[in-house]
């Protein structure tokens, strides 16, 4: 295995990300297209996403906002986001950036409509100003460009057919990958000398946003929560109870839209925070190396950006279960596990929390996460112990992989049906 090609897909899978990647995805899609208006000043944007977009952007808080979903999203992107930051789009923009977006909701100058388009993940923006307009459009990815147009022409046009064209494709990825392969490139990484400021990244950024969540009140405060709950001795202070608070708490902060990055995983925030807060909660109450964490900090991540690769950005299903198993092979690792041990626990995983929906991005992620970082020590104690679900159950196979591969035909084909339902109750509620 080439070494520099696998630190090339944590590179393009992993990124720094402002508040939730949908809501952001529309705001850098937004910017770009103002950025277009040649200098006039935006006065009304159209939004057509495609459903899973709609779906997890609805109820997800702006970062360093009271507001929430995709009309604030896009306003704020389209009056003063820098598209430049891609992902951190609105990091840092004036506070009368905000108040001219409230202004534009107010007036129902936003408007959000379905697109009609097979691809999961796809945005088009049209702004307009003064005598201008101008759109841009994303699709296969959160920043993936595909068309700028101004006044009805195209000024950029990357991809016609809207295949992901931005960084290392999931083909790529899926075939370059294996669980075997991963876990012998953990092994062969020098923590110090290879460029895995990416990893070491996730753990510093995500580690601040964690603490953020236990120490102030967010969206459902399952992380606070438990956290109070451990002190009061109602459950015990032990190594999975503080891996669950402290994951838990940087999804409560980041879905209620508090103002600090992530580094994301597959396009999602609390997909990183997953794949990535477990395992340090882990190394740190067991006072590991700095090396060791490192060391399966990456196999966590690596793990989920190749499930990922092969099950679709977006889903019916819930991420947090494919983060979930990067963390309980992570977990696994740093207790001792061989390469046999991490693919028992992906198989227990797979056995466990295979079908949990993905109903969007909002406050109540961080329960979907609590539910699968408890399952993902589980899965990993039971693995050290020789323990897996067999290929008489349900979707597990003998081979990994094919266990794997099951696991995403589920999330690819078999969830179309859920998506629209789940879908139409969403809209529904709006109504």
Not at 121 to 129: A, N, W
Request: aromatic share 4%; proline share 2%; charged share 20%.
């Amino acid at each position: 295995m080439e070494k520099q090609k696998v630190i090339d897909v944590l590179n393009s899978e992993m990124e720094l990300a402002t508040g939730c990647t949908e809501p952001a995805a529309i705001a850098f899609t937004a910017a770009t297209a103002a950025k277009h208006l040649n200098g006039a000043k935006t006065e009304s944007v159209l939004v057509r996403a495609s459903g899973n977009m709609i779906k997890n952007a609805m109820a997800a808080g702006i970062p360093g906002t009271p507001y929430q979903g995709i009309e604030y999203a896009a306003a704020i992107g389209a009056m003063g986001g820098d598209p430049d930051k891609k992902l951190q789009v609105i990091s840092g923009v004036d506070s009368s950036v905000y108040a001219a977006a409230e202004k534009l909701v107010a007036a129902q100058k936003v408007s959000v409509k379905l697109a009609d388009v097979t691809e999961k993940l796809y945005v088009d923006v049209t702004v307009k100003g003064g005598q201008n307009t101008a759109r841009a459009v994303i699709s296969g990815s959160h920043t993936n460009l595909v068309l700028i147009e101004e006044n009805g022409k195209a000024v950029f046009q990357h991809s016609a057919d809207g295949r992901q064209t931005e960084g290392i494709g999931p083909e790529e990825i899926s075939s370059l990958l294996s669980v075997e392969k991963i876990f012998e490139f953990v092994n062969e990484i020098d923590t110090e000398n290879d460029p895995l400021d990416i990893i070491k990244e996730s753990i510093s950024v995500n580690t601040a946003i964690s603490r953020e969540g236990l120490m102030n009140d967010y969206g459902l405060k399952v992380g606070k929560n438990t956290k109070d709950e451990m002190e009061k001795g109602i459950i015990g202070k032990d190594m999975v109870s503080y891996a669950v608070s402290v994951t838990t708490a940087g999804a409560d902060a980041r879905m209620a839209g508090a103002p600090f990055a992530v580094v994301s995983n597959s396009g999602s925030g609390n997909q990183g925070i997953t794949a990535t807060m477990p395992v340090v909660a882990v190394a740190k109450w067991n006072h590991d190396s700095e090396d060791k964490m490192i060391r399966a900090v990456t196999l966590s991540n690596l793990i989920a950006i190749y499930i990922k690769s092969r099950f679709g950005r977006l889903s019916a299903l819930c991420g947090a279960t494919v983060a979930g198993t990067g963390a309980a092979c992570g977990i696994t690792y740093l207790l001792g596990g061989d390469l046999k041990a991490v693919s028992f626990a992906i198989q227990n995983m797979i056995g466990s929390v295979t079908g949990m929906l993905c109903d969007g991005a909002k406050a109540d992620c961080s329960l979907k996460i609590y539910t699968s970082i408890n399952m993902a020590f589980q899965a990993a104690f039971m693995a050290l112990k020789g323990i897996r679900v067999q290929k008489t159950d349900g979707i597990v196979e003998d081979d990994v992989e094919k266990s794997i591969e099951n696991f995403a035909v589920l999330g690819n084909r078999g969830s179309v049906g859920m998506d629209s339902l789940i879908l139409k109750m969403m809209l529904q509620k709006t109504k």
